[in-house]
């Protein structure tokens, strides 16, 4: 099947990850169908311009509605029949989880459930669902493989993620729904989140104020260019998992389950960047130099983030290749267009 005859459903759509993985299905062909709630969460205008944009291709069309609302998700899936659904929409950022928990759990959870239960309904041929390298939690042993066990999430946030992986392959058990969740490795580039360190940072060192360096600048990300993982996403649509006929059947380091057509995969760029060589590359691109201010590190955090992704590779031949001075780069060129700085 060619991808001028297959529609997506995009959950999220005009988010951060969202618009970037609607940019990239419409120039390969697809039908997009989108849904997003415009919250408040961050500033609206942003959504609306990335909207916007996606809005010009005549084959891109949005329901404004939430994910969790009853009987929205089922009314689209019934409508559109998507090849794929891919779920994006959730209440991000782990500071935030500590303040407004309930949040997280009318769309990480409830929302999660709607989708799951709209892709059985219509026996959807592959459902995608966004996790987090924060499921990983207090495990040490690095790089993340998939197959490690994540039984210590360090905030609300991560809890409600791995939640939604367990939830999934319960689905994808009991009504054999072909699933895959894909573990995000921080990822950043232009239309970022103003929530996210490489906005703030940017926005701070061209406004010539401070930063705040949580843990003394002792703390590493592998830090994945937003493009590099709407890549991966987009490949991955084409390798949904199948029900093993034994465990023996599995490949090693393979995470498909052996009772499921259900898998988890990291999206990172498989390396590991201290944050101080992070903020170096947003100071050599802007030509100033950040005041810092060291703290105690936040609650909820952890110290590192290193993605293992040889299952992506395995699975789509692809793995991501920016750079973080490229990306930064590209972030601030897009930051300094967009707001005129």
Partial sequence: MTSSSRTAFVTGSSGFIGFHLCQRLLQEGWKVVGLDAMTDYYDVTLKERREGMLKQNPDFRVIHQRVEDEGAVEAIVAEAKPDAIIHLAAQAGVRYSIDNPESYVSSNLIGTFRVMEAARNHKTAHLLMA??????????????????????????????????ESMAHSYAHLFDIPTTMFRFFTVYGPWGRPDMALFKFTKAILEGNPIDVYN????????????????????????????????????????????APFRVVNIGNSQSVQLMDFIKAIEDKTGLTAEKNFMDMQPGDVPSTWADAS???RLTGYTPQTQVKDGVAQFVDWYRDYFQV
Wanted: hydrophobic share 35%; net charge negative.
């Fill in 216 to 259: 003394h600048g002792d703390m590493a990300r592998d830090f994945t260019y937003v493009t590099d993982l709407v890549d991966g996403i987009a490949r991955l649509i084409d390798a949904a998992p199948e029900r093993p006929a034994s465990p023996e059947d599995i490949v090693e380091g393979d995470s498909l389950s052996p009772v």
């Fill in 311 to 313: 299952l992506l590779m």
């Fill in 131 to 164: 996790s987090t390298s924060s499921a990983y939690g207090a495990n040490t042993e690095q790089p993340f493989v998939e197959t490690q066990k994540c039984d210590t999430p360090m905030s609300f946030y991560a809890a409600t993620k791995k939640a939604n």
